[in-house]
């Protein structure tokens, strides 16, 4: 199972840190990805990482501002977003894969969170 938790509501430039916890299972033998879904839109990919942390890829919509990471040791993943825009608002979720490939498809992930909503005013 995933947990998102984290969300809120906050100001244009404003941060917040996302977090995903897993259990049922060592955090350690899941690639992490995070997606969004604004309303009317279709979800998207924002970030992965891999199962040891080293690696990890971010859309280039939040490049620069958005950074991912994890503890496996707390079986916990994070989305930490900073800059944030009033185009950042969305549900975000976080899901699980076991390889480190075609990881920006979401249709390769086989476990989901329940999201949790961001929403950015300006």
């Known amino acids: 199972q995933l947990q998102a938790s984290g969300g809120g509501l906050v100001q244009a430039g404003g941060s917040l840190r996302l977090s995903c916890v897993v259990s049922g299972g060592a955090a350690s033998t899941i690639v992490m990805g995070w997606f969004r879904q604004a309303p009317g839109k279709e979800r998207e990919f924002v970030a992965a990482?891999?199962?040891?942390?080293?690696?990890?890829l971010l859309a280039d919509s939040v490049e620069g501002r958005f950074t991912v990471s994890r503890d496996n040791a707390r079986n916990t993943g994070f989305l930490q977003m900073s800059s944030l825009k009033t185009e950042d608002t969305a549900v975000y979720y976080c899901?699980?894969?076991?390889?480190?490939?075609?990881?920006?498809?979401?249709?390769?992930?086989?476990?989901w969170g329940q999201g949790t909503q961001v929403t950015v005013s300006s």
């Open positions: 899901a699980a894969k076991t390889l480190w490939k075609e990881v920006k498809d979401q249709d390769r992930y086989g476990r």
């Open positions: 990482i891999t199962r040891s942390g080293t690696r990890s």
